[in-house]
């Protein structure tokens, strides 16, 4: 009895909104008193309405009342403070825009605490207290508070769907499993529910060890990222120590063809200073002779001249022939050719000595295991075949301009544009084609070109290569495609629009090998030999796709490889 007062007197001096023992208090025009803060928050969400209501008893107020506080009933709620009066429990509290409120308060909404399917509503505490202990509710079917309690409820029969059709994976009523579903496998909703949880658990532990190993390899990672570093520090250390070591070699033989050359030029000059002296002294040796002679014939005296002339000396006949010439040009072919041949052996040096080097850093690759092939330039093309992939074109890039023809492995160019659907893959502007097949591993395949003056590229590029527009989506021009260039039986290579010539046989017959965790890309000139034409060194971060270009007039065929 005591109780019921106490709370009797709380009810009476709280706030019908928040439940807390009035503060500032104010008594509307009806009688009913609040706090001022709620009074007002309460009018204020109502301004746009015109009209302002009491929250009880919804008598309403126009103009919006002049809010004054009532002392007498805030002193008298310091007093009964005093006493003991506290503000309302946690479970008494009105129920707010996310809180499902209890079906049964009447005015004053208070949260609920339970929701029953049986009954399909929801109650306060006060409310709850009936089927705690009225023995017909023990058995209805108590859950957490929900809004949503209409959904448990068979739209056909206006059951509490308790049952779960496994055969067509929804609840049901008990009806529904005795007539539609009746053949059905059905089971208990809480029977599925539990088997459900045990899976859902199972997928739990899965994930958790999935976590785990990932937190393991990450843990893992820094050692491997000093692994890379101290690799790569290797590799550059060595090809620092080779081309050190070539450089002194080509300075050694700079030095000696240097040598060599004076050397053979004081040999080539001996006998020419020695043929000009004697030239010179035979020049006034005659001079002399002329003069004496010149005397002779100017004399008047008859008897000095016959007397003289028997005692001249008869003309030495010269031992060089007066057709004598020197070739300095020829002197300067020859000695040009051998340098050239000997930047000819050294750019062979260069090239060895590269390969070799590409080789060792794709083996000191620490986390690149797969085994890589060791390319060289007279290797046989059989031991590529083994890695033989086949392509095919997909329709969904092809440009507009290019018609594919023998199984999707070859592409023609065309002035006539074809009926091809719309497509976000589509190559709008460049005619341009990507494979199907994605390239992850050790690949190999072969590419026919027809081509005339202008070039068809034999390429590989990521997929998110962009297709509308011209420069960002072209082969070779970005960073994302690597290309082989072929046309005027010439080879161009292209990448992040930087190129360089490439040495080679022109075939018409290209060869693409890649090692894509390796980060190798070579290609290749196929006829009756295999010559390599150009190779690229780089890490993949994304799988590849093969792709060509090919101008009007000319076709390109992905061949089938036995």
């Not at 060869?511 to 034409?533: C, E, K, P, Q, R």
């Not at 780089?538 to 390109?556: K, R, S, W």
Request: proline share 4%.
């Amino acid at each position: 009895m005591e109780q019921q007062e106490n709370e009797l007197d709380r009810e009476s001096f709280c706030c019908p909104v928040c439940l807390d023992p009035l503060k500032d208090p104010v008594t509307t025009g009806c009688g009913h008193s609040y706090f001022m803060s709620c009074i007002k928050t309460h009018w204020d969400n109502k301004e746009d309405r015109g009209s302002y209501s009491c929250p009880q008893c919804r008598q309403t107020f126009k103009p919006r009342p002049v809010l004054v506080k009532n002392t007498m009933l805030a002193d008298l709620v310091e007093e009964l403070k005093k006493t003991g009066l506290q503000a309302a429990p946690a479970d008494h509290c009105p129920a707010g825009p996310e809180d499902v409120a209890c079906d049964f308060c009447i005015g004053r909404k208070l949260k609920a605490l339970k929701s029953f399917l049986n009954c399909l509503a929801s109650y306060c505490e006060k409310h709850l207290q009936p089927h705690f202990q009225s023995p017909p509710f023990k058995v209805h079917t108590l859950m957490e508070p929900s809004e949503k309690l209409q959904e448990n409820i068979c739209s056909r029969h206006n059951e509490v769907m308790t049952m779960f059709c496994r055969t067509d994976q929804q609840c049901i009523c008990y009806l529904c499993s005795v007539e539609e579903h009746k053949d059905h496998d059905t089971v208990s909703a809480a029977a599925e529910r539990t088997e459900r949880q045990r899976e859902l658990g199972l997928r739990r532990q899965t994930i958790q060890q999935r976590v785990q190993d990932k937190e393991k390899d990450v843990k893992l990672l820094p050692q491997e990222l000093e692994a890379i570093n101290g690799s790569a520090d290797k590799a550059v250390e060595y090809s620092e120590k080779n081309f050190n070591e070539l450089i002194r070699l080509l300075e050694k033989r700079s030095s000696d063809v240097e040598q060599q050359i004076r050397s053979q030029q004081e040999t080539k000059l001996s006998p020419v200073r020695e043929l000009q002296e004697r030239l010179e002294q035979e020049i006034t040796e005659l001079k002399m002779k002329d003069h004496e002679l010149k005397q002779l014939l100017d004399t008047e005296d008859h008897n000095q001249l016959l007397h003289n002339y028997p005692s001249l000396a008869p003309l030495i006949k010269s031992t060089h022939s007066s057709s004598f010439r020197i070739c300095p040009r020829r002197y300067r072919k020859d000695k040009r050719a051998a340098v050239l041949q000997v930047r000819g052996r050294i750019r062979d040096i260069l090239r060895e000595t590269e390969t070799n080097i590409l080789q060792i850093v794709s083996r000191v690759d620490v986390l690149l295991q797969q085994p890589v092939i060791k390319h060289s330039s007279d290797q046989v093309r059989v031991d590529f075949l083994k890695y033989s992939q086949e392509i095919t074109l997909d329709p969904n890039t092809v440009n507009k301009h290019l018609i594919l023809s023998e199984g999707n492995r070859k592409v023609t160019a065309s002035l006539e544009e074809q009926a091809y659907s719309n497509h976000p893959d589509r190559f709008t502007f460049l005619p341009q084609v990507l494979s199907r097949e994605s390239l992850t591993e050790h690949c190999y395949w072969e590419v026919e070109v027809g081509v005339t003056l202008e070039e068809t590229s034999v390429a590989v590029t990521y997929k998110n290569i962009r297709r509308a527009g011209y420069r960002e989506c072209e082969f070779g021009k970005n960073y994302k495609s690597w290309s082989l260039n072929c046309g005027g039986k010439i080879y161009n290579f292209y990448y992040n629009r930087i190129w360089s010539r490439v040495p080679g046989p022109w075939s018409s017959r290209v060869g693409v090998y890649l090692d894509h965790n390796a980060g190798v890309l070579s290609f290749y000139s196929i006829s009756d030999t295999m010559t390599l034409l150009h190779r690229v060194q780089t890490t993949f971060t994304q799988p590849l796709y093969a792709g060509v270009t090919v101008y009007y007039g000319d076709t390109a065929e992905f061949c089938e490889l036995k």
